[in-house]
């Protein structure tokens, strides 16, 4: 079974979702395949911290009405450590940038209900999907569905099918370099019912326990976060052990406010740095997590996702629409750069809070000395706050 498209996009994650809207709104064809259910794709739990960039981008793209009503605007940063709690006026370093809490699933699911309203091709549960020809003029996506074998020849394939996708994987090894830093620790999230600690802020912590991290998805809805060792369980952490925990990271006072509840969900997650480059193969192009990865601490990874997908959509208008290859021939070199910045941030700012195998004695307080001359240096604060709301595209 065959079938013809401007642009066959793989993965119905946000960049994938997203960058098909954009370029629906454009009038270029494209069909989204997804390995995975729908109802799999909204299960997923992640970032929830949107730069202004990207709520733009929601906007420009028709889906982001809900954002601007339901998102929760962050003015500031506090960081905790030593045993106090710290603020840092995001919004007034950096002449009045904000950052927009919006979970990451509401995000997919306004996504999914537009390309589903406008009646767009999506494939969900897509099987032993292929990438083929993309070295050529003439690239082919392959796959299973209900026991059939579909083929579809497009113009150009875009991989936003996350770090374990087809794409990359389908590259020649010559043909790409890829760079990894693993941390030696994870995550434990809990995701819960329960009003934040801080409405207008997210807290970053450092103690000799451990990094901690107060967040949310919402008014009534937080996420939070310890540093714990990789080979813990989550079957380890009752949520009176999590709890409990998170307050002694935390300064007296705002561990007095912490408001508990049952978790609705409760993961580990390990941190790690990743890149390849190039992100452009003939006419494959790497998007999102397919290419990149950053530690959460910088809450970058979804707003790089949808940097790149701004330019890459950016690229196949100006293609189809002004007959130029400029755009997809500038794609990599774009993305990159403002890839290598936000992984600079993330790996800094991880590498500040956290606690590492050889942090002790001398390395806790080398931390704390750093985060002391950021927290009463203008100059410190400003660019902390630059990277946080995200650098100029």
């Not at 976060?225 to 998170?246: A, G, H, I, M, T």
């Not at 601490?297 to 707003?303: E, H, P, W, Y």
Request: with cysteine; hydrophobic share 40%.
């Amino acid at each position: 079974m065959k079938t013809r498209t401007q642009v066959a996009i793989i993965g119905a994650g946000p960049s994938g979702l997203l960058l098909g809207q954009l370029l629906h709104k454009a009038g270029i064809d494209n069909i989204i395949l997804e390995r995975q259910s729908g109802a799999y794709v909204l299960g997923r739990i992640r970032a929830g911290i949107l730069e202004q960039v990207t709520v733009d981008l929601l906007k420009e793209a028709g889906v982001g009405e809900r954002v601007q009503r339901e998102g929760v605007v962050h003015h500031a940063i506090e960081l905790v450590f030593a045993g106090a709690r710290h603020p840092i006026d995001v919004h007034g370093l950096t002449g009045g940038k904000v950052v927009t809490a919006y979970g990451q699933t509401e995000l997919t699911r306004d996504l999914m209900d537009a390309r589903q309203a406008q009646g767009l091709p999506t494939v969900y549960e897509a099987g032993d999907v292929s990438v083929h020809g993309f070295d050529g003029d003439q690239p082919v996506v392959r796959y299973r569905k209900d026991g059939a074998d579909h083929e579809v020849q497009c113009d150009f394939i875009a991989g936003c099918d996350g770090f374990h996708g087809v794409c990359r994987a389908s590259v020649p090894k010559d043909a790409i370099t890829e760079y990894e830093k693993v941390y030696p620790f994870g995550w434990l999230g809990v995701l819960a019912d329960v009003p934040p600690v801080s409405p207008h802020a997210i807290v970053y912590g450092n103690s000799d326990r451990g990094f901690s991290l107060c967040s949310m998805r919402s008014m009534t809805r937080s996420r939070y976060y310890v540093q714990c060792p990789l080979e813990d369980k989550v079957e380890e952490w009752s949520d009176q052990r999590f709890w409990d925990e998170l307050r002694r990271r935390l300064d007296p006072e705002l561990a007095a406010r912490v408001v508990t509840g049952p978790s609705i969900e409760k993961s580990i997650a390990p941190l790690r740095s990743f890149v390849a480059e190039p992100m452009r193969f003939g006419r494959l192009f790497l998007a999102g997590d397919a290419a990149h990865i950053v530690p959460p601490t910088g809450a970058k990874g979804l707003n790089l996702a949808a940097t790149d997908v701004k330019y890459l959509a950016g690229a196949f208008i100006e293609y189809f629409g002004d007959k130029s290859a400029a755009g997809i021939d500038t794609y990599s070199q774009r993305a990159l750069r403002r890839i290598w910045k936000a992984e600079r941030f993330s790996w800094w700012l991880t590498n500040l809070m956290h606690r590492f195998p050889d942090t002790q004695g001398f390395g806790q307080r080398m931390q704390e000395a750093e985060l002391d001359y950021l927290v009463n240096s203008r100059a410190a604060s400003t660019a902390l706050a630059e990277n946080y709301v995200g650098l100029p595209l």
